[in-house]
């Protein structure tokens, strides 16, 4: 079975935009890539001139990095929407990136819900551990 070229284009859509939005975020918020954002935020911020503040600053923000992503999946897939022209390009270029902030919105959402489950738990840890302590030295 060839899958190189799938026969659904909203399908396609919504399958490219994932690796755009884990690009992307994976490069403006994961702690592999802390130390060159840290650069590029200073950059972003101390930089005399507005142009080099404008560019450091696509670095360090999801959205805009999107776009850039995007731009080189474009080109990788040749992938077009409604149109087999340039028009299909920006089309699909605004969908790809819409998605991808999407999901990338949605997986931002995800972690700070597992991230708060997790510090609940280590309360409710702390507090049975704490009681457990005082039954002990209670009795």
Not at 42 to 62: G, I, V, W
Request: hydrophobic share 45%; charged share 20%; proline share 3%.
């Amino acid at each position: 079975m060839n899958f190189e070229h799938i026969d659904n284009p909203l399908l396609e859509l919504f399958i490219l935009a994932i690796p755009i939005a884990c690009v992307a975020w994976t490069v403006t918020h994961e702690e592999v890539f802390r130390e060159p954002r840290m650069y590029f935020v200073r950059k972003s911020q101390n930089s005399p001139q507005l142009f080099a503040r404008k560019f450091f600053y696509l670095f360090t923000c999801e959205y805009c990095f999107s776009h850039y992503v995007t731009i080189l999946f474009l080109l990788i897939t040749n992938f077009r929407l409604l149109f087999d022209d340039w028009r299909g390009y920006v089309i699909s270029g605004f969908a790809l990136v819409w998605i991808a902030n999407v999901y990338m919105s949605l997986y931002a959402m995800i972690k700070v819900d597992i991230k708060k489950d997790r510090v609940i738990t280590k309360r409710e840890e702390n507090l049975v551990k704490q009681e457990q302590e005082n039954n002990t030295h209670g009795h």
